[in-house]
């Protein structure tokens, strides 16, 4: 391996194995943690979220990857271990000192060599590189390691996000329902399925009438309704969001400037006047955009989340947003000021999906640590928590009228939750009346249901819709052939 002279990073590392070895599980606890960790984000993460495939040149992957799995620990300010990845400058300073990266050796590169399985230090810390991507940094210094703009302020230190028309698209075998939204008047539900935007109206009746509409070139990410105005309904996308009128099966507006990410979230302002999308570029960022519609003018941004931003959700009373991210926090914001008025370290890991009691005071939220949690969240303490999961939730949602809460899992399992209670300090198991309805063939991805919560509405991974009654029949499932 390579021969490395005193350094500072050796020091550190030096200190920190050191400490590692007083601690009595410090070997398997590493390698089971990274175990852990590897089979979490293998497996609750959406699964395109991992196959967001970087277009270009191998450079231009490799700086890609390098980017969005390195550079938040390895920049300018935060240095970890000493080491600074972001510039071209940099590497090659930190090369006076070891070998971290060999131009055309990447067998004696220390930057190739500490991505393999059983790496110390293994890097990223608690992650580890498909075996894809280690052959993609690797061919990179095969190839010379070249780097051909060298990135210079923060915010240029991010690659070129790909055009749209670079994404290749989905898959056909790859048609996850990523989200779903029923309508205001609740005769006519839509869904993404993988690059496909379906609305179905009467979707509980056997001969439902299934309309496409195209506008999506990746995944469809995104839903929202417009509150007041009838069949206006907005979808998110790869930088692009699509107004649409679905009377006519036609675009009103495409909206492109400014979004440089996955729309991975919308919501309405209560008035139907404004429109929120959550912007994502996974690890780095995640911005929240606010337009007035139809116009989309107008335009408020801000850095809501240090990563993606998983669902949004409007107060009934119109006074709150409400934003959940994979950085495991909520936010809300003032809808007037658009300030933050709190955040809450809500989950362990990434927070899916959001939902508002219509009293406004409570909340629901689903991750993928397995938990389901009711927040009163002025004060921001769970109330209790919902049912004991063993797997993740990527979906959850409110009824209308409060009075029942719906999730799904990973394994497909569908719940419904009534009998909420109003305060915190009943026992868990009693905080509400738990029913498990069924079990779709999972993992679920979305969830809707109509103002009583006796309609539910589940779309899986594998790209079907099913309906549900609150009993737990089926009342229709829309297939993907269908
Ligand atoms: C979460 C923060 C974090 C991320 C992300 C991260 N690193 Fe590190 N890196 C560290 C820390 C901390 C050290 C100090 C070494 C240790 O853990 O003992 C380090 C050290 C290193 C070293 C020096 C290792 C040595 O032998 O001295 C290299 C090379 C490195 N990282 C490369 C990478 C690469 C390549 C990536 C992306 C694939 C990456 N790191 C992602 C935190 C991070």
């Given at each position: 391996?390579?021969?490395?002279?005193?350094?500072?990073?050796?020091?550190?590392?030096?200190?920190?194995?050191?400490?590692?070895?007083?601690?009595?599980?410090?070997?398997?606890?590493?390698?089971?943690?990274?175990?852990?960790?590897?089979?979490?984000?293998?497996?609750?993460?959406?699964?395109?979220?991992?196959?967001?495939?970087?277009?270009?040149?191998?450079?231009?992957?490799?700086?890609?990857?390098?980017?969005?799995?390195?550079?938040?620990?390895?920049?300018?300010?935060?240095?970890?271990?000493?080491?600074?990845?972001?510039?071209?400058?940099?590497?090659?300073?930190?090369?006076?000192?070891?070998?971290?990266?060999?131009?055309?050796?990447?067998?004696?590169?220390?930057?190739?060599?500490?991505?393999?399985?059983?790496?110390?230090?293994?890097?990223?810390?608690?992650?580890?590189?498909?075996?894809?991507?280690?052959?993609?940094?690797?061919?990179?210094?095969?190839?010379?390691?070249?780097?051909?703009?060298?990135?210079?302020?923060?915010?240029?230190?991010?690659?070129?996000?790909?055009?749209?028309?670079?994404?290749?698209?989905?898959?056909?075998?790859?048609?996850?329902?990523?989200?779903?939204?029923?309508?205001?008047?609740?005769?006519?539900?839509?869904?993404?399925?993988?690059?496909?935007?379906?609305?179905?109206?009467?979707?509980?009746?056997?001969?439902?009438?299934?309309?496409?509409?195209?506008?999506?070139?990746?995944?469809?990410?995104?839903?929202?309704?417009?509150?007041?105005?009838?069949?206006?309904?907005?979808?998110?996308?790869?930088?692009?969001?699509?107004?649409?009128d679905t009377e006519v099966e036609e675009p009103l507006?495409?909206?492109?400037?400014?979004?440089?990410?996955?729309?991975?979230?919308?919501?309405?302002?209560?008035?139907?006047?404004?429109?929120?999308?959550?912007?994502?570029?996974?690890?780095?960022?995640?911005?929240?955009?606010?337009?007035?519609?139809?116009?989309?003018?107008?335009?408020?941004?801000?850095?809501?989340?240090?990563?993606?931003?998983?669902?949004?959700?409007?107060?009934?009373?119109?006074?709150?947003?409400?934003?959940?991210?994979?950085?495991?926090?909520?936010?809300?914001?003032?809808?007037?000021?658009?300030?933050?008025?709190?955040?809450?370290?809500?989950?362990?890991?990434?927070?899916?999906?959001?939902?508002?009691?219509?009293?406004?005071?409570?909340?629901?939220?689903?991750?993928?640590?397995?938990?389901?949690?009711?927040?009163?969240?002025?004060?921001?303490?769970?109330?209790?928590?919902?049912?004991?999961?063993?797997?993740?939730?990527?979906?959850?949602?409110?009824?209308?009228?409060?009075?029942?809460?719906?999730?799904?899992?990973?394994?497909?399992?569908?719940?419904?939750?009534?009998?909420?209670?109003?305060?915190?300090?009943?026992?868990?198991?009693?905080?509400?009346?738990?029913?498990?309805?069924?079990?779709?063939?999972?993992?679920?991805?979305?969830?809707?249901?109509?103002?009583?919560?006796?309609?539910?509405?589940?779309?899986?991974?594998a790209g079907s819709v099913h309906i549900l009654n609150?009993?737990?029949?089926?009342?229709?499932?829309?297939?993907?052939?269908?």
């Amino acid at each position: 391996m390579s021969t490395r002279k005193h350094s500072r990073i050796t020091d550190w590392v030096r200190k920190d194995r050191h400490r590692r070895t007083f601690l009595p599980f410090a070997i398997p606890y590493r390698q089971v943690a990274v175990l852990i960790l590897w089979v979490i984000s293998g497996t609750t993460e959406p699964a395109s979220a991992q196959e967001l495939s970087f277009p270009g040149s191998t450079e231009a992957q490799a700086l890609s990857l390098l980017h969005e799995r390195c550079f938040s620990c390895h920049n300018e300010e935060d240095r970890k271990g000493g080491l600074v990845l972001t510039s071209r400058a940099a590497i090659e300073s930190a090369n006076q000192e070891f070998d971290l990266l060999r131009p055309g050796q990447p067998e004696l590169s220390e930057l190739i060599a500490v991505l393999a399985a059983n790496a110390d230090p293994h890097m990223p810390p608690k992650e580890q590189l498909t075996d894809a991507e280690i052959k993609l940094l690797s061919d990179w210094v095969s190839a010379g390691g070249k780097w051909a703009t060298p990135p210079t302020s923060t915010e240029a230190r991010a690659p070129a996000l790909p055009t749209r028309d670079q994404l290749s698209p989905p898959a056909p075998s790859e048609l996850p329902v990523l989200t779903m939204a029923l309508s205001p008047s609740e005769e006519e539900l839509a869904f993404g399925r993988g690059n496909r935007l379906i609305v179905c109206q009467s979707p509980q009746k056997k001969d439902a009438r299934l309309t496409r509409l195209t506008g999506h070139r990746d995944y469809v990410r995104s839903l929202a309704w417009n509150p007041l105005i009838e069949n206006r309904l907005v979808s998110g996308g790869y930088r692009r969001i699509v107004y649409w009128d679905t009377e006519v099966e036609e675009p009103l507006i495409i909206q492109e400037t400014g979004i440089e990410g996955q729309v991975t979230a919308l919501s309405f302002s209560t008035d139907g006047r404004l429109l929120y999308a959550g912007v994502s570029r996974p690890g780095i960022s995640g911005v929240i955009h606010c337009w007035t519609i139809p116009g989309f003018e107008d335009h408020v941004t801000w850095k809501g989340h240090q990563d993606s931003i998983f669902a949004l959700d409007v107060s009934s009373d119109g006074s709150f947003l409400a934003s959940a991210s994979g950085d495991r926090s909520i936010a809300f914001w003032e809808t007037d000021t658009f300030a933050q008025r709190s955040r809450i370290e809500a989950h362990s890991t990434q927070i899916m999906a959001i939902s508002f009691s219509t009293d406004c005071r409570r909340l629901v939220t689903a991750g993928t640590d397995h938990q389901l949690r009711v927040w009163e969240w002025a004060k921001g303490d769970p109330l209790f928590q919902l049912g004991r999961h063993k797997q993740g939730l990527f979906a959850t949602q409110w009824s209308g009228d409060g009075m029942a809460i719906v999730a799904a899992d990973e394994s497909g399992t569908v719940f419904r939750y009534t009998q909420i209670e109003e305060h915190s300090g009943a026992a868990n198991a009693r905080a509400a009346k738990e029913k498990k309805l069924k079990k779709v063939l999972g993992p679920v991805q979305s969830i809707a249901t109509d103002h009583t919560g006796g309609i539910i509405y589940v779309g899986t991974q594998a790209g079907s819709v099913h309906i549900l009654n609150e009993k737990g029949n089926t009342l229709n499932e829309l297939t993907p052939s269908k």
